[in-house]
């Protein structure tokens, strides 16, 4: 694989590069299932904290309002939670996987980034995920506030998990997106200049990006997303600016270094 990067891949080689780095990141995620697996009943507690702690079922000792259906729902529920533990806790290896499957050369300067991409692709991950965590219950009483007075509601924890899921990897991933970018102006495949010109624009679509994908209709929670992305965007861009300066005087001081000098020529 590494041998041919430099020049043109078969077919047959991307598939076998594809398939082997999904083996070691399905290897990595079955690894942190276990993990969830044994700390079932913390990450259960502590995904239903949020909800129970809204006022609803204080006095009880269980959260009452939330509900396992069926004879193998107990059975299923640790299965899914296990299977989304693995996918979370894994992170770093398949994020690390898929950066350097679609990177376009892996000579050691490309593996040293591969590895700072992750470095912080992961804090990133996780300041997106902790973001979402935190609007949690504030989101859970909006959504809970449109059940007619009259009625109860009761919901079925793997509905209520898919939805705390679904916030999390919103909000992580889309922590991620301005990492992204800058590893592509490292790359050389996008400048600073035009990641920055077209502000407004950006900051628009953060904004109806947040509207369109975040599960509540509120608008503190899609301005919690967005401003954060915001900041990050503005960020990627200004060093971006950086990375494009020293890149241009970098190749300057080659180019003045390559200059050929002439030989001396006769009186």
């Known amino acids: ?24 990141s399905l290897l990595a995620a079955s690894i942190a299932a276990i993990v969830g697996w044994i700390f079932y009943d913390p990450i259960i507690r502590q995904l239903a904290a949020p909800f129970c702690s809204l006022g609803q079922s204080q006095a009880q000792e269980h959260c009452g ?13 640790r299965l899914k939670v296990a299977f ?21 050369a892996l000579h050691k300067k490309e593996r040293r980034f591969a590895i700072f991409f992750v470095t912080a692709a992961t804090p990133l991950f ?3 995920a902790t973001c979402a965590y935190l609007i949690l219950p504030h989101a859970v009483k909006i ?6 007075s009259d009625l109860g509601n009761l919901i079925r924890f793997d509905e209520y998990l898919d939805f705390v899921m679904r916030l999390i990897l919103l909000f992580g ?23 920055l010109k077209p502000w407004r624009i950006a900051v628009f679509l953060i904004f109806l990006f947040t509207a ?3 599960p509540t209709p509120d608008p503190i929670t899609m301005t919690v997303l967005a401003i954060p992305l915001c900041i990050l965007y503005f960020a990627a861009g200004i060093i971006a600016l ?3 300066k020293r890149r241009s005087k970098r190749s300057v001081d080659h180019s003045l270094k390559a200059a050929p000098i002439d030989p001396a020529q006769p009186i």
Do not use: C
């Not at 309002?65 to 529920?77: A, E, R, V």
């Not at 989304?84 to 376009?104: K, M, N």
């Not at 959504?143 to 007619?148: E, I, R, V």
């Open 1 to 24: 694989m590494r041998k041919m990067r430099s020049g043109s891949m078969p077919l047959l080689e991307h598939v076998k590069e594809f398939r082997n780095r999904f083996l070691k």
């Open 65 to 77: 309002d939330l509900y396992i259906n069926g004879l193998i729902g107990p059975f299923t529920l």
């Open 84 to 104: 989304i533990s693995g996918i979370l806790l894994s992170a770093p290896v398949w994020l690390y996987q898929i950066w350097a499957f679609i990177t376009p």
């Open 126 to 128: 996780t300041l997106g």
């Open 143 to 148: 959504l809970l506030g449109f059940t007619p």
């Open 173 to 195: 991933v889309a922590f991620v997106l301005p990492l992204l970018l800058l590893s592509l102006n490292i790359l050389g495949l996008i400048s600073g200049r035009s990641l």
């Open 212 to 214: 369109a994908f975040t």
């Open 242 to 244: 950086f990375i494009d």
